[in-house]
């Protein structure tokens, strides 16, 4: 192992190099490298042609991560499962067609790349069956230029599976918390696991180079061997990041909280301001199940554990996110995928494996399309690619599957008033429509395997049955016709749709404990 400078790091990479990266937005990322790659590129034209893959969202949406490949010429290809913080330039050139883009499921790439570790012939998965990832529908593929199929239908026993072929890695960009002498890492200040140790091993196996970001470098032997997580076997080069290149997370540059070193106190906890976004926490909440597994997804379901919280019940749950975290109370906004008090955190190839074996019991996600099928669209707005994350692992094994968002977008304003809702004024956006733009989630496919499925608004709850949505609840205050079915791009089945609580829509609520206890 040697320690070089991140300049030296950037000039190992050579041009048309298959590199990737480990990390996740800003958490367990080697930003001090990747700036580094970017002062080269702009200086000399090198490295070129690149193909960068990682797990999912590398970035910040504005000063980091791959916005530093984001030049013409730079980049040929990228995979990733997410792309919500690649930024605005990355985004623009997948739009303008400049580069080849593809998305997969986040925890499919997490697994593969466990088996270019392994050197097998790639990944079988269920996992994106009659979603946009499909081979019979867009086959992962973000833009024209994305022409060569990296996911192929395959039959295997006599079922239809998705195989992903593993990629050849020429170099692995991952990050620890310290290195011996020997190359050895830790991640002690890392608030997730991620695949570091996979990535390396994975670039070994191609007979590529890893290079390892840290803080700072130790004597050889001062590290207890239950801290290494990656050996220094696989480590070939170490750079020594500053801190403002090595941040806990998009907002956070170091809170021991969201590692592990210490424990808050629940009531130390802000709680949420009474708006949509609270009526609909609160809503999910009451399908939370004392004891079960819970997973949680980005926006609106963050706030569910600062509901869980404020009700005093988040002794009672078992609360988990795809990143590798479990128990304690996740935590929301830039923080999002680290958790205070955690139990444990794992590497997320094991978390996603762990999802796709069914262990989950339900899980609260987003909600931003969705039709009379039940199909959800996460990843593609107006053909701007978003991506998929973990959300279709996670919809494709989970027994409870609860949907959140508000009914409408853009500009949407409401009253919460003592015990109703009063709509202000109207989004201009609907997300009940007559045909998603892109399937992240098969409904039809959901219902047939028999999948409890609930779509949760500030005014209405939906069901989804085998003839399609149904309109199972409405908020106290809200006209069926003016506020919610005239806001719809299709007619729900309407039975005898029963009134939301009217605590819901009150400062204080108080009605969870008793729910959970009551079960």
């Known amino acids: 192992m040697q320690v070089i400078s991140a300049d030296a790091a950037a000039s190992l990479i050579k041009d048309e190099s298959t590199v990737f990266l480990g990390g996740l937005a800003m958490m367990g ?13 702009l200086a000399d034209g090198h490295p070129r042609q690149l193909t960068t893959w990682a797990c999912g969202a590398i970035g910040n949406s504005g000063t980091g991560g791959m916005v530093h ?45 466990r088996h270019i570790a392994a050197r097998t012939p790639g990944l079988l998965t269920k996992v994106g069956l009659g979603t946009f990832v499909d081979p019979r529908q867009q086959g992962g593929k973000l833009n024209p230029s994305a022409a060569e199929d990296l996911v192929h239908l395959a039959e295997f026993g006599g079922e239809e599976w998705l195989h992903y072929p593993c990629p050849h890695i ?24 991620l695949e570091q140790l996979q990535i390396a091993q994975a670039a ?56 592990g070193d210490i424990r808050v106190p629940v009531s130390s906890l802000k709680p949420m301001a009474l708006d949509e976004r609270k009526v609909i926490a609160r809503r999910a909440a009451m399908e939370l199940r004392r004891g079960a597994i819970t997973n949680l997804g980005i926006g609106i379901p963050a706030g569910i554990p600062a509901i869980a919280a404020e009700e005093g019940v988040a002794d009672l749950l078992t609360l988990s996110i795809e990143s590798g ?11 999002f995928a680290l958790a205070y008090n955690a139990e444990s955190i794992i590497d997320q190839s094991a978390q996603f494996d762990f999802y796709d074996g069914g262990g989950l019991d339900a899980s609260f996600l987003g909600l931003a399309q969705t039709d009379n099928h039940g199909n959800v669209n996460v990843s593609m707005f107006n053909g701007r690619p978003v991506g998929c994350g973990g959300f279709i692992n996670i919809t494709r ?7 959140c968002g ?22 201009r956006a609907r997300k009940f429509i007559e045909q998603v733009e ?20 500030e005014r209405a709850v939906f069901t989804l049955t085998a003839d399609g949505l149904e309109l199972t609840e409405i908020a106290p205050g809200i006209d069926m016709e003016r506020d919610v079915l005239a806001h719809m791009g299709f007619r729900p089945i309407i039975r005898s749709p029963r009134t939301m609580d009217a605590g819901l829509f009150k400062e204080h609520w108080g009605g969870l404990k008793a729910a959970l206890l009551a079960q």
Not at 397 to 403: A, G, H, M, N, Q
Not at 440 to 454: H, I, P, S
């Open 438 to 457: 892109q399937i992240t989630f098969n409904g039809a496919d959901a219902a047939r395997r028999g999948q409890r499925v609930l779509f949760v608004t």
């Open 29 to 41: 990322l080697a930003e001090e490298v990747l700036v580094a790659l970017e002062r080269r590129f």
């Open 204 to 259: 070994r196996a191609c007979g590529g180079i890893v290079i390892a970001q840290v803080e700072q470098v130790v004597q050889e032997g001062s590290l207890h061997p239950k801290r290494v997580k990656v050996p220094g076997y696989l480590v070939d080069y170490v750079v020594v990041g500053k801190p403002e290149t090595h941040m806990q997370s998009i907002t956070t540059q170091f809170n021991p909280a969201l590692c």
């Open 69 to 113: 490949f984001a030049h013409k010429g730079m980049i040929k290809r990228t995979v990733a499962g997410h792309f919500g913080q690649t930024g605005k330039e990355l985004m623009g050139m997948i739009y303008a067609n400049e580069v080849e883009a593809y998305n997969f499921p986040q925890g499919s790439l997490s697994h593969l790349t």
């Open 325 to 335: 975290v479990n128990g304690g109370i996740p935590a929301q906004g830039g923080d």
């Open 170 to 193: 020429d170099v692995a960009i991952i990050r620890g918390t310290v290195a011996d002498e020997k190359g050895n890492l830790t991640l002690d200040k890392e608030g997730v696991h």
């Open 406 to 427: 508000t009914f409408t977008a853009g500009g949407l304003e409401v009253a919460v008033d003592d015990g109703a809702l009063r709509i202000v004024q109207e989004g």
């Open 397 to 403: 094994s989970t027994p409870t599957l609860v949907f």
